[in-house]
């Protein structure tokens, strides 16, 4: 995005995008020297009458900014005096900046830009949330086989599997907005965070101006850990998306066809071959969901500093802590939108339980045979010589069941069988779980 951010304009929103944008960051960097200002005019600290032409002054483009720190080597001086330069008259400037260091400055703006990044995050994830709880809902009745290691086990509904992924992005949300509140952190304390040639109510006056609080302890700059928890957060959220984004991927596969993506009239799936559908917009999840990962690591190694403070950490947050956030953002909107245009396929979910010939049911079949009488290890054992057999010949398993059942002397009842053998009375228990998600906000 031109004038802002590192990552690249295909994946950018406008408003996420915003937040991070040089402009407004120059924007920001304003308002929280004019607040310090006001608070020491307020205290007599400086002249009351310099405040106004310094609140009036407009924020120096990022152009005139780089211009300056061609010279000068160093952001925040530049911006002090392309600043400055907009200041009429311009001595009210010199009173800007006052008892602070660059990091007060760069550490409090850089609170705001992740809290107002949050908020965009927050309601993003609370219409995927929302968009999960209404297609689980939906499908609490739509009877699927549920699979463990990708291999048929037992009956399910497709409700209880996005339910799962709902709570999920919920508890995911969570965190994050808890993450909102470690984040929000003003430090105004001076060179090495002492307040040495700044009164601490400076800071307290700008952390209540911004909605923010105020350190507990800073050593110029604030530790990173609570910025490391943010990223972890943002890191859970995406993976989230990629597991939803995997069912998806996994059921458009030709040989499943119980899921696919919205695919809308003009679309293309393939340059060579105009009968593709492919999950792209999964894939694209998927994609995306390992680079927010990535940003976890060397954030993190920003918590370490050197003596007690270097600016390793500056360098990498300017590239991983925006594009973190503008790719989850990016990742929350594609995902919110695929749940809401997900296409389910309920005659093929049916199809594809029906397909292994009733192998789906010899947990029930084993249980009803220890109720019955028979020892586990024996009942296991004519179970699964049954499935076997059916795996091998494509016999359906009740005729498999009955001839070893036949050749061992055990009796079956056919009557409890066809009970038992239902798909429904598999997923018999799951109302609270839906009466659970119903509650979900």
């Known amino acids: 995005m031109a004038g802002g951010t590192g990552m690249i304009e295909r994946y950018t929103l406008p408003e996420m995008g915003r ?19 006001e608070a020491h005019a307020a205290a007599g600290r400086v002249p009351a009458d ?19 720190e061609q010279t000068t080597q160093h952001d925040v001086i530049a ?60 499908h609490r009745d ?8 990708g291999v048929h086990a037992e009956p399910d509904v497709w409700g209880h599997r996005v339910a799962d992924l709902a709570f999920a992005a919920a508890r995911s949300r969570d965190r994050l907005r808890e993450a909102r509140a470690r984040v929000g952190v003003v430090a105004i304390s001076g060179a090495v965070g002492t307040y040495s040639l700044i009164d601490p109510s400076v800071e307290g006056h700008v952390a209540e101006a911004l909605g923010l609080r105020a350190a507990e302890a800073s050593t110029q700059v604030v530790i990173r850990d609570s910025v490391s928890e943010w990223v972890s957060a943002l890191a859970i959220i995406a993976t989230v ?6 069912e998806v991927r996994h059921g458009q596969r030709t040989e499943v066809r119980e899921l696919s993506e919205a695919f809308g009239a003009g679309q293309k799936g393939s340059s060579a071959m105009p009968h593709k559908k492919n999950p792209i917009r999964s894939e694209r999840i998927a994609g995306l969901a390992r680079v927010v ?4 690591v060397p954030v993190m190694e920003g918590i370490p500093l050197w003596h007690e403070r270097d600016i390793s950490h500056s360098s990498t947050e300017r590239v991983f802590l925006p594009d973190a956030a503008i790719t989850t953002d990016y990742l929350l909107d594609l995902t919110a939108g695929l749940v809401e245009n997900l296409v389910v396929d309920v005659d093929r979910m049916r199809a594809n339980l029906e397909s292994t010939g009733g192998l789906i049911y010899t947990s029930s079949v084993l249980l009803e045979l220890v109720e019955g009488g028979l020892s586990r290890e024996d009942a296991y054992a004519l179970v699964q010589s049954a499935a076997m057999q059916t795996w091998q010949s494509g ?22 069988l066809d009970e038992i053998c239902r798909p429904e009375q598999y997923v018999a228990n799951l109302g609270p779980l839906f009466d659970r998600l119903a509650a979900l906000t």
């Open 19 to 37: 937040v991070w944008s040089d402009q407004h960051k120059y924007e920001l960097w304003c308002r929280v020297e004019t607040l310090v200002l």
């Open 241 to 246: 998306c990629e597991a939803i984004a995997l």
């Open 50 to 68: 310099v405040v106004e032409p310094v609140r009036n002054a407009p924020p120096p483009t990022p152009e005139r900014v780089a211009e300056i």
């Open 142 to 149: 739509t009877i699927k086989v549920g699979r463990t290691h």
């Open 293 to 296: 990962r990535a940003a976890i």
């Open 395 to 416: 016999t359906p398993f009740r005729e498999t069941l009955r001839s070893k059942a036949d050749a061992s002397d055990v009796t079956l009842d056919e009557a409890r």
């Open 79 to 138: 911006f002090l005096t392309a600043w400055a330069d907009n200041t009429e008259p311009r001595s009210a400037a010199a009173y800007v900046h006052h008892g602070m260091t660059s990091s007060d400055l760069l550490d409090t703006a850089l609170a705001v830009q992740l809290t107002d990044a949050t908020d965009v995050l927050l309601a993003k994830a609370d219409r995927l949330v929302a968009a999960l709880r209404d297609h689980g809902l939906a």
